[in-house]
């Protein structure tokens, strides 16, 4: 059974739990789909204000395309969690012959660039999402302003946590290409966070 | 039925909908609640390193009281819904008689302020469990360092998001002390949010 299907009162209990899954790649992946359902909901209100076509136009596609990151992004709740099992399962192969040994650290570099391709991926539809928070922002209904800058403030931790879940993962992966475009990616995909709900929530 | 009761899925699918309700409030009680539930699993794992009576029972102790966080955390998710409804049904009151106005000028008084006190009670338990983090970070397994830094992350977020929340009731309220009290104690749980788990998530 998926998390996503499980009660939200199990999925925290899972959470909590001293079992490493569900962990920090999941619960970043849970946050980011909680920002983008947030910013799809603002898109979809109804708007008290006048607008043009092309403004109407607007605020829709971005509300359809932050319910697909939703989307794509409670898939990968789940699929961190099997991401960390596998790179488990694979340290856990037999190392006694020198065939075992170079099986094993295939099968543990593949299961790494899984763990690292998932979280990426939730940096991708995080970062998406957050760009689509500007037009959320100034053509969605304005007393849903608040759930907007909440949501952004979701999606940057989702972003935060998931490059956390990249990182962790590098150091340990013997194909350094793939493990330093990787980090380049999260770097860039993390620099570029800022979006129009994305306003100081300071006292202004 | 409870949001907590309902499928993840489901409730994602409630947050995009187009109904304001869950919005933004139970969305950072979420966010807080899968944060203190992260903290409360890494003070749970077994600890590959030797480690004092003291430093065991200080870690014990810490995710204890996270553990108890996430699930006030939790059922404050539904707390923000009812409270949002309970202010949308005191505007509906009828206003033709001046008996009428007063009454429901003190419905919608009393209903603000449970939707500033439990978006306080949010901000109130992120920093409580933010606190924790030292320990749990300190004495906590190493290797569940990220997820102890995710679950800030998910604080940190669910602490600002809260924020938006009371704020954007205190305007309408009529009791300005209780008004003056909840801004000050909003802005100063926000201003001690910085905790152990909480270093720098840029490249070290």
């Given at each position: 059974m998926?998390l996503?299907?499980k009660?939200?009162?199990?999925?925290?209990?899972?959470?909590?739990s001293?079992?490493?899954t569900?962990?920090?790649?999941?619960?970043a992946?849970?946050?980011?789909?909680?920002g983008?359902?947030?910013l799809?909901?603002?898109?979809a209100?109804?708007?008290?204000?006048?607008?043009?076509d092309?403004?109407?136009?607007?605020?829709?596609?971005?509300g359809?395309?932050c319910?697909?990151?939703?989307q794509?992004?409670?898939a990968?709740?789940?699929?961190?969690s099997e991401?960390?099992?596998?790179?488990m399962?694979?340290y856990?192969?037999p190392?006694?012959?020198?065939?075992?040994k170079?099986?094993r650290?295939?099968?543990?570099?593949?299961?790494?660039?899984?763990?690292?391709e998932?979280?990426?991926?939730?940096?991708?539809a995080?970062?998406?999402?957050?760009a689509?928070?500007?037009?959320?922002?100034?053509?969605?209904?304005a007393n849903?302003?608040?759930?907007?800058?909440?949501?952004?403030?979701l999606?940057r931790?989702?972003?935060?946590?998931?490059?956390?879940?990249?990182?962790?993962?590098?150091d340990?992966?013997?194909?350094?290409?793939?493990?330093?475009r990787?980090?380049?990616?999260?770097?860039?995909?993390?620099?570029n966070e800022?979006?129009?709900?994305?306003?100081?929530?300071g006292?202004?």
């Amino acid at each position: 059974m998926t998390l996503a299907a499980k009660s939200l009162s199990t999925v925290l209990a899972e959470f909590r739990s001293s079992s490493p899954t569900p962990g920090g790649g999941s619960a970043a992946a849970l946050a980011g789909a909680l920002g983008a359902s947030l910013l799809a909901m603002v898109a979809a209100l109804p708007r008290p204000r006048a607008a043009t076509d092309d403004e109407t136009r607007r605020l829709r596609d971005a509300g359809e395309r932050c319910a697909e990151l939703a989307q794509a992004l409670e898939a990968l709740i789940d699929r961190d969690s099997e991401a960390y099992d596998q790179v488990m399962a694979a340290y856990r192969l037999p190392k006694g012959t020198d065939d075992e040994k170079a099986a094993r650290a295939l099968r543990i570099d593949a299961a790494l660039k899984a763990a690292i391709e998932t979280p990426l991926d939730v940096m991708r539809a995080c970062a998406s999402a957050i760009a689509e928070s500007e037009v959320v922002q100034t053509f969605g209904n304005a007393n849903a302003s608040s759930d907007v800058r909440v949501g952004v403030e979701l999606l940057r931790a989702g972003l935060r946590g998931a490059r956390l879940n990249v990182e962790i993962n590098l150091d340990a992966l013997k194909d350094r290409a793939y493990a330093n475009r990787a980090a380049a990616e999260a770097a860039r995909l993390t620099s570029n966070e800022s979006g129009g709900g994305g306003a100081p929530t300071g006292p202004s």
